[in-house]
């Protein structure tokens, strides 16, 4: 099998790509994968064959490919939400949640934690201070974890409405209070309203829903808190190092591993 030898130049000032093809006969499909690109990128594709050397190009499209990071913002709030299709890694600083229900309540049935995973295509709660996160590809893949409340979309569009459900986004009461952080309807009574790119909503069924208009995260228990409580020798640590006989609400290192228990 023939090889393609490429040559890419790229220029500061305006982003100018070169590519050079050297292959003598035949037809072939390509892709060329060139990272960091911008709007305003020109590509100049010039032959330097001769005779039977020459490369001809035909039927050129230049597609957006899907990114292999995310940068994810959080608010003075403390949460924020996530959707992605690809696997990603959990940076330090983050903790993300999926949300479940059993016997009329909420809780977070799955933590990932610093270095964990994230599932592809999987509604998320990340938790940390304020600041910019990139969240990286993975060499290795990943399962989808089912049980989970959360949805969204890599686009922004409308939420796509299911029979017998209600929908919440994530935001402050409708007092700003502060503190209040959690899930509240996004349009009047519940119905679909227009969820934003790589974020999560909550979808609830209208049994569940019935006269709640919002779901406080701090309402919304830790379902791994009476795991732990169950588990012997865990090994319990505050944030300054103190080390503590069992487990209790708040941010702490267990075995390891950041969990905010409620």
Request: proline share 5%; hydrophobic share 30%; net charge negative.
């Given at each position: 099998?023939?090889?393609?030898?490429?040559?890419?130049m790229?220029?500061?000032?305006?982003?100018?790509?070169?590519?050079?093809?050297?292959?003598?006969?035949?037809?072939?499909?390509?892709?060329?994968?060139?990272?960091?690109?911008?709007?305003?990128?020109?590509?100049?594709?010039?032959n330097?064959?001769s005779?039977?050397?020459?490369?001809?190009?035909?039927?050129?499209?230049?597609?957006?490919?899907?990114?292999?990071?995310?940068?994810?913002?959080?608010?003075?709030?403390?949460?924020?939400t996530?959707?992605?299709?690809?696997?990603?890694?959990?940076?330090?600083?983050?903790?993300a949640?999926?949300?479940?229900?059993?016997?009329?309540?909420?809780?977070?049935?799955?933590?990932?934690?610093?270095?964990?995973?994230?599932?592809?295509?999987?509604?998320?709660?990340?938790?940390?201070?304020?600041?910019?996160?990139?969240?990286?590809?993975?060499?290795?893949?990943?399962?989808?974890?089912?049980?989970?409340?959360?949805?969204g979309?890599t686009?922004?569009?409308?939420?796509?409405?299911?029979s017998?459900?209600?929908?919440?986004?994530?935001?402050?009461?409708?007092?700003?209070?502060?503190?209040?952080?959690?899930?509240?309807?996004?349009?009047?009574?519940g119905?679909?309203?227009?969820?934003?790119?790589?974020?999560?909503?909550?979808?609830?069924?209208?049994?569940?829903?019935?006269?709640?208009?919002?779901?406080?995260?701090?309402?919304?228990?830790?379902?791994?808190?009476?795991?732990?409580?169950?588990?012997?020798?865990?090994?319990?640590?505050?944030?300054?190092?103190?080390?503590?006989?069992?487990?209790?609400?708040?941010?702490?290192?267990?075995?390891?591993?950041?969990?905010?228990?409620?």
């Amino acid at each position: 099998m023939k090889k393609l030898q490429i040559e890419i130049m790229r220029t500061c000032k305006d982003s100018l790509i070169e590519i050079e093809f050297k292959q003598a006969g035949h037809f072939y499909y390509y892709q060329l994968y060139i990272p960091d690109m911008t709007e305003d990128t020109r590509f100049a594709f010039t032959n330097k064959g001769s005779g039977k050397n020459i490369f001809l190009l035909d039927d050129i499209k230049i597609i957006a490919g899907t990114p292999t990071s995310f940068t994810q913002t959080i608010s003075d709030v403390g949460y924020s939400t996530l959707y992605f299709n690809k696997p990603l890694v959990l940076p330090t600083g983050l903790i993300a949640h999926t949300i479940q229900e059993k016997e009329d309540h909420l809780y977070y049935n799955q933590t990932y934690n610093e270095g964990d995973i994230l599932p592809p295509e999987t509604g998320l709660v990340l938790e940390g201070n304020k600041g910019s996160y990139v969240l990286e590809e993975p060499m290795q893949a990943c399962e989808i974890y089912p049980e989970n409340l959360l949805k969204g979309d890599t686009t922004t569009a409308m939420i796509k409405e299911e029979s017998e459900h209600r929908y919440y986004m994530l935001s402050l009461d409708e007092h700003q209070t502060p503190g209040s952080a959690g899930f509240y309807y996004g349009s009047p009574n519940g119905k679909p309203f227009e969820s934003q790119a790589y974020k999560a909503y909550l979808s609830l069924h209208e049994e569940l829903a019935k006269r709640i208009k919002g779901f406080p995260l701090s309402q919304i228990t830790t379902g791994c808190l009476q795991q732990l409580k169950r588990e012997k020798n865990n090994s319990i640590y505050d944030l300054q190092g103190r080390k503590r006989n069992n487990v209790q609400p708040g941010l702490q290192i267990i075995n390891g591993k950041k969990y905010i228990l409620r």
